[in-house]
């Protein structure tokens, strides 16, 4: 095998090796799992909340136990599960009929049809 071709195989697997992919970390029921930055109020760790606007905009409800809690909110918001994995929001329809069980934490949704729903609960 001539040098050229030597050096060239050299570089290939240079270039290979500089553009190896490392598969995400998975998350952890930590945390450090919920991306704060995100947020224009957060939801702490250990809480539920529910936003009036996508992406996490405005005030939103903040949920701590298995208490329904009334939706006031319509057109398009999201929620965020940021609970311990064991826990799930519950999603109940205008009736009071359970209608959705969210994963559980860490879930969200960023972009969330909120008028089917007209209580959620924490757990």
């Not at 071709?5 to 998975?26: D, E, F, K, S, Y």
């Not at 760790?45 to 329904?68: H, Q, S, V």
């Not at 599960?81 to 359970?98: A, I, M, T």
């Not at 069980?101 to 729903?117: H, I, K, M, V």
Request: glycine share 10%; hydrophobic share 35%.
């Amino acid at each position: 095998m001539s040098s050229t071709r030597i050096r060239l195989a050299a570089l290939g697997a240079t270039l290979l090796g500089a553009l190896a992919i490392t598969p995400p970390a998975q998350a952890t029921d930590t945390a450090a799992a919920q991306p704060q930055s995100s947020f224009a109020v957060p939801c702490e760790r250990g809480w539920a909340c529910l936003y009036p606007l996508p992406n996490f905009e405005g005030t939103p409800i903040k949920m701590y136990d298995c208490k329904m809690v009334t939706n006031p909110f319509r057109g398009t918001g999201s929620w965020v599960n940021n609970q311990p994995s064991k826990y799930h929001v519950k999603f109940y329809d205008h009736g009071g009929n359970l209608g959705w069980t969210s994963p559980g934490g860490y879930s969200e949704d960023r972009n969330a049809p909120l008028d089917w729903f007209g209580y959620i609960s924490a757990c």
